[in-house]
Structures are given as structure tokens and as C-alpha cells.
């Protein structure tokens, strides 16, 4: 086979192939073309479009000699098309097969793809969303990408305006280095399409886990750096239409560093759980951890038991709310130092509180994530990555089982619903106390749930301690462990620090000796029969 070098710097563009789903600026992309001498050939919507605009165009038709079929699924997979698009320019070869063929040199194409990714992220039918799969579009990026020596291949209006503005410097000439970086954006391009298309249909096949994933991701923010200034870090979006941190306006404040972005998205996701018509709930988070969490009927009294959690680890936190922000709910979050807020909206007087704090983060969200929607978490390994189910597990009332001899009250069994699902967003071990829908004390992250039992209760202690209570508040609380107690020691540690009542998962090959010791402790205990490990 008798291949180029493609080493060609300039190349004129002569003939360009404009299909596009998206016809933003369509038209001023059309002009300039026309307005370079260059001759426009379309298809469909595209060309009439053009067409009504007093733009000459040609229909691809008549470079195939075929009018569009199947409803138009068969239009340009045609060798009159990729043989234009293939074909080396300086191979005799190549170039007489063209001539006997009459094939036409093309030496730009702008294509952008169905919009598949949108229509699946509407919440689309099944049929609709294979019909919006784009065949022939990828085939030609991919064809023109792949002779980037001859073509210039565009996938966006972006990139034709650069095309446009590099033939006027260059006599109507595209060079080299621009084509590799356009063949290079047209690959990455259809990478994440197919992606999308892949992870779209393995979550409908039922076939789990899938065999092969591919994953990809659009460059939302450079970052200037990761969790550390020596590690390099981008913040990419899959197109996964959840509310959250890849869909907030960012109305004010400095960019957003890595950490900001990963304990954003962990607030946020804690509120979440939360029904907004029910209850207005606060977080504040530190290190992607719930340094405070609370629930009442009105959010300044969230907020203000869910900082009383943690007075000090709350300065400089994140601070997630599960409704929309008021100038009295603004003016409390910056009475203390804040790095970012985040909440599904805020009005005009909470807007202009917040201006006061330039540097402060307020992301707008518009909405809230369902905590009970299906999706998938990633976390990279050396070699690969781990790829499950999100944690969308919930338990409500009639889900608990009680085993010991106590029932728990139905106050009581409100906190312990309360304080199991703080619990799933907080790093394991963990042992979560609470009392009237606010967190007293947080043990995060422990190798041993003794330890975090242990260490919620000095949290606890010391919460109390900067209140200025004689006694802790911590006495007549409930507990949740996001996993069984190994042994009765985790459980007795939370009843000597004040807890009455224990939410747990069961499971543990000694839950009758758990069981036995809640009893004797004057414990009510009740099992969910779920965990929620979150490392």
C-alpha cells in the first residue's frame, strides 16, 4: 500500500462538507466559508438552512449520486464522500482511483454529532435514544480526522472560526499544526460520544457488571493544581444529568480549587437526602466529612445546630443547604468565615449579602439530586479502577427491625432515621450521635469503631464544652454505625457516652452478644439490614 507522508505545512481549502445537528452561528460559519471562495456542499436541514439564507450549496447528493434513503440513515456513507475525504492528495494512486470514480476532494468538513448525550440526559425513551445515535457523522470526523495531511476536520463552531481566521492570514491556507490539533479534538470527540453511547447502553441491557467501560469526560475547569500544589488536576463532566457540582452556576467568587470541588459535591449530596417540603437541612463539611448536620423547620435553626456540631472545624468549611438561601440565612453563613455555598437557588437580597464576601464560592444548583436515582462511582487503582453502583440505598421507618427489648420512641426512632443517613456520607468507621435532628458528634474515618465511637464523643464534649453547657448534650442521644458492630465494645463505648438508642446494619456472626449487651446496658437497638461503608 502506497502511503504519504503528510507532511504538507499548508493545504487550501476548496471544497467544504457542513452537516450539522446544532446550527448555532451556522450561518456566519457559512458566509465565511463562502466569502474564502470556498465551495459549500451540505446535507438536509443543513443545507436548507444555508440555502435560505442566499448562500449556494451544493447537495451531498450530487457528489453520491444518491438521494438520501431510510429515512435519511443513508446519506453519506458513500465512497463518493470518503473517498474525498481519504483520499492522499499526493499519492497517484489515490488520485487516479478518484478520477476514475469522480470522486471530489474534500478538504474541510464541520460536524457536530446528534445530540445523544442531551436527549438521554431529558429522560428520553428507549427508541428515541438509539435515534439519536449519529452514524454517519462520527465515520466522517474519523475519515477526515485520520488524513488531517489534506483535511481540516471540525467538530465545532469554534474550530471553524479558527480555520477561518488562520485562511486569512495564510491565503486561504489551513497548517499543519492547526489540522493535528483539529484531528486530535475529533477523536476525543468521538471517543466520548461512543463512550456515552456504551455506558448509556449497559445500563439498559441489565447485564452487570459490563464486560468492557470506556470513560470519558469533557475538560470543565483546569485546576490549578490537585489536593496538593505538586499534582497537576482538571475537573472533567460526563454528562450525567445529575444536579450537583457539574451543573451549578458559580454566581461569584475565586475559582474553585480540587478540594473545593470534591467537598462541594459531598455537602450537596448530604442534603440531598433530605426532603426540602419537610425539612430544611444545612451541612457543613471539612475534608469531604460532615464536620455538622441538621434538620428543623425553618434553615437558620439548621444551620445554627448543625454549626453548633463543630464550632471550629466549621471555619473555612463548605456550607450545602436543601433550599433556596434568604438575606437572613446569608447574613448567618458569612458571619464566619466560608469558602464555598451551595444550595438549589438564592434571591436578590441573599445574593447581595454574599457580594460583601467576594472570595466566597456560591454555587446555584436549581434544582436538587435524587438520592434515590441509580448511577455509578469510580475510584482509579493502580492499573484500573473500581467501578460500582452509587450508594443509592435508603431505609425508612417500616424498613427498621427492633431487637432488643427497648423500642426505640418515635422520637427516638426520627433521629436514628436522621442520623443513619448522615452516617452513609460519612467516611468509614464511623459513629454518628444525634438528637433533635442535628448531629452532637462525628467520628469519622477510623480504623476501629471503638476509636469512633470514642472520638464522636469528644467531638460531642467539646461541642458542649463551647456552648457553655455544665453537662455534655450528648447524654440522651441516639447513635448510628454505619456497619455492625464486630463486638459489643463499639456499642458499650457509644452507651457510656450518653447514647440511648442504636441504629446499625446487623449482620455480625455476634449479634446476639451485641444484642445481649444492649440489653443490659438499657439500650433500644434497631438492625436496617444495610450498610453503608464509604471509603
Known sequence: MTTSNQTHDLIPVRRALLSVSDKTDLVTIGQG???????????????????????????????????????????????AVHGGLLALRDNDEHMSAAADHGIAMIDLVYINLYPFEATIASGADFETCVENIDIGGPAMLRAAAKNYGWVAC???AENVRKVLVAMAKNNGQVPLSMRKNLSAAAYARTARY??????????????EPPAQITLSGGLQQSLRYGENPHQRAGFYTTGENRPGIASARQVQGKELSYNNLNDTDAAFELVCEFDPQTHAAMAIIKHANPCGMAIASNAIDAYDKALACDTTSAFGGVVATNRRIDAALAKRITSIFTEVVIAPNADAEALAVFATKPNLRLLLTGTLADPNAPGRTIKTVAGGFL????????????DLRTVTKLTPSDAQMDDLLFAWRVAKHVKSN???????????????????????????AIKADDAARNAGLSAPDIKGCVAASDAFFPFADGLL?????????????????RDDEVIAAANEAGLAMVFTGMRHFRH
Open 493 to 509: 463505648q457509644a452507651a457510656s457516652a450518653g447514647a440511648t438508642a442504636i441504629i446499625q446494619p446487623g449482620g455480625s456472626m
Open 154 to 156: 471540525c467538530t465545532s
Open 387 to 398: 467501578m460500582q453502583d452509587r450508594d443509592n440505598g435508603r431505609i425508612e421507618k417500616n
Open 430 to 456: 464511623t459513629i454518628v450521635y444525634a438528637k433533635d435532628g442535628a448531629t452532637l458528634g462525628i467520628g469519622a474515618g477510623q480504623m476501629s469503631r471503638v476509636d469512633a465511637a470514642r472520638i464522636a
Open 33 to 79: 466559508l463562502h466569502d474564502a471562495g470556498v465551495e459549500l456542499v451540505s446535507t438536509g436541514g443543513t443545507r436548507t438552512a444555508l440555502q435560505a439564507h442566499g448562500l449556494s450549496v451544493r447537495d451531498v447528493s450530487e457528489l453520491t449520486g444518491f438521494a438520501p434513503m431510510m429515512d435519511g440513515r443513508v446519506k453519506t456513507l458513500h465512497p
Open 194 to 207: 461512543d463512550a456515552a453511547i456504551a455506558h448509556w447502553y449497559s445500563t439498559q441491557t441489565g447485564n
